[in-house]
């Protein structure tokens, strides 16, 4: 069963720094795009970052200039790093990726992570 491991939860000041990672677990033919998604409380889900498989990235414009979205192929991870946080970023954060579980197959998978939590105190 495929699955996504995400960690970095937690507490950080304002103007602080935090590393989100998010590693797949489980048999997979191949990774497509790899995404952090948030949810603010009472608000919806937002794409953050997004980043494909050749390395392309892009950003939400709230965060651009901020957060830097990696990812390690060989481990099969993705990595969120969040610079100069500010309380607005408060949120739990997804990661999500689309997959290939198999080399015959038409279209890719979908799937996310559980969330977690961060927390930027003012």
């Known amino acids: 069963q495929v699955q996504l491991v995400e960690s970095g939860e937690g507490l950080v000041q304002a103007g602080g720094s935090r590393v989100l990672s998010c590693a797949v677990s489980?048999?997979?033919?191949?990774?497509?795009?790899m995404d952090w998604y948030r949810q603010p409380p009472g608000k919806q889900r937002d794409l953050v970052a997004t980043?494909?498989?050749?390395?392309?990235?892009d950003y939400a414009d709230s965060v651009n200039g901020r957060f830097t979205i990696s990812r390690d192929n060989a481990k099969r991870t993705v990595y969120l790093r969040m610079n100069s946080l500010k309380p607005e970023d408060t949120a739990v954060y997804y990661c999500?990726?689309?997959?290939?579980?198999?080399?015959?197959?038409?279209?890719?998978?979908?799937?996310w992570g559980r969330g977690i939590q961060v927390t930027v105190s003012s």
């Open positions: 999500r990726i689309a997959y290939y579980q198999t080399h015959f197959q038409m279209g890719p998978d979908e799937l």
């Open positions: 489980g048999s997979i033919f191949s990774i497509n795009e």
């Open positions: 980043i494909n498989r050749g390395g392309a990235t």
